[in-house]
């Protein structure tokens, strides 16, 4: 490990195993010849040696743990945050997460979606992680950060290496840094709780769908290498009515029907070719072969009930992605003001971020 511990000779005797027999073996020799001078030249005898060494060869078993601390919030945990916390597990032994209280969230960031007690299951339940301090402040103080060290005997503060700036625009971390008890990790680029929380928001927009009274008109097909053919034929079919709805068929139903050659586009490019004619007003992607009578699915479940191989589990919990959408969307207009802010910052980190090149 290229890190330094607390006690470095410890570190030493557990890397270096081979230099025990060398120790050892001037032991004997001086041992010997200490004796043969009647122990008049002031080493020890090895009679002496012996609590020594094996103090020596114990410390070497209870090699020191390198204790870790990586706080957050862990607000909607994403794979951003299992790979921090990974990240922060390879740089020790032992790795001790700082859950953020919801009053601290409250005051640096805005509302967290999830309670203290659903950011503690969460965590809780990651592979990498050993230990979990609730209701750790936001900003590392002088008084928290000698907590950490004396109390649960952490050896290192870590945190990705996007800014974490406390209201008043200090850095969270400074003490840490300025004691030379802090390292970074690398952050994950592309997901963060802002940007789950704006796909949420983003889903509440209105989605153009047919009127009451409309007439919807419902067409099918592979619409490969969408050509001059296809665009004719929904203009037609939106002319039957007010809406035109067009099922594109799964990868596996074109197969079926053309041969193993085709498609030559995949579901999505289909899709994508569809949407864009200016007759479709709305595709379903992969739609079936067969037009059923309600178009529902069917039990997915069925074959293993049969089977008698089914069994259903009661949750304990009555938390779905669709209670926790609903949060937010409820309280929309404070998490738009709390993402507005945040999604500047995480732009500007971003776009100053250097490349390091392979030159
Ligand atoms: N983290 C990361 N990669 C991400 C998001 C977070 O490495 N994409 C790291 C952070 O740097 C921090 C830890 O995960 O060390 C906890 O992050 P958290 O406080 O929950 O922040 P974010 O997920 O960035 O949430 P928000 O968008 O609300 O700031």
């Avoid at 001037?26 to 060494?53: I, N, R």
């Avoid at 139903?253 to 949407?275: A, D, K, N, T, Y």
């Avoid at 379903?284 to 069925?302: F, H, L, N, R, V």
């Avoid at 929309?332 to 802010?341: F, S, T």
């Amino acid at each position: 490990m290229e890190f330094e511990s607390n006690d470095s000779n410890w570190d030493g005797v557990y890397y270096y195993p081979q230099l025990f027999g060398g120790v050892m073996l001037t032991a004997a020799v001086l041992g010997l010849s200490t004796s043969y001078f009647g122990g008049t030249v002031g080493l020890p005898t090895l009679p002496y040696m012996l609590p020594y060494l094996k103090n020596l060869q114990k410390k070497k078993r209870e090699k020191r743990k390198i204790r870790v601390y990586m706080d957050g919030c862990f607000d909607l945990m994403h794979y951003g945050h299992a790979n921090a916390l990974r990240q922060a597990k390879a740089l020790g032994d032992e790795l001790v997460v700082g859950l953020v209280s919801d009053e601290e969230i409250v005051a640096n960031k805005g509302p967290p979606v999830l309670s203290m007690e659903e950011r503690l299951a969460l965590v809780s339940g990651l592979k990498w992680v050993d230990e979990v301090i609730a209701d750790a402040p936001y900003a590392i103080t002088e008084e928290f950060m000698s907590r950490l060290f004396n109390e649960h005997k952490i050896d290192y503060i870590i945190h990705g290496d996007d800014p974490c700036l406390l209201p008043d625009g200090s850095d969270a971390y400074a003490l840490a840094k300025k004691v030379g008890r802090y390292k970074q990790i690398k952050r994950t680029e592309g997901v963060s709780s802002t940007d789950i929380v704006g796909r949420i928001l983003a889903s509440m927009e209105d989605k153009k769908g047919p009127g009451p009274n409309a007439r919807v008109v419902y067409i099918d097909g592979a619409f490969d290498l969408f050509h001059a053919g296809h665009v004719e034929i929904l203009k037609r079919a939106r002319q039957l009515g007010d809406f035109l709805l067009v099922g594109i068929h799964t990868d596996e139903i074109v197969s079926e029907q053309r041969g193993p050659h085709f498609p030559l586009m995949h579901l999505h490019e289909r899709s994508l070719s569809v949407l864009a004619c200016r007759y479709v007003d709305e595709v379903i992607i992969g739609a079936p072969w067969e037009i059923t009578k309600d178009m529902s699915q069917p039990d997915p479940y069925s074959v293993p009930k049969n089977m008698g191989m089914f069994r259903m589990i009661e949750s304990p919990k009555d938390i779905t992605t669709t209670s926790v959408a609903q949060r937010i969307k409820a309280n929309h207009e404070i998490y738009e003001k709390r993402n507005a802010k945040k999604e500047a910052s995480e732009k500007k980190f971003y776009e100053e971020r250097k490349y390091i090149s392979g030159d």
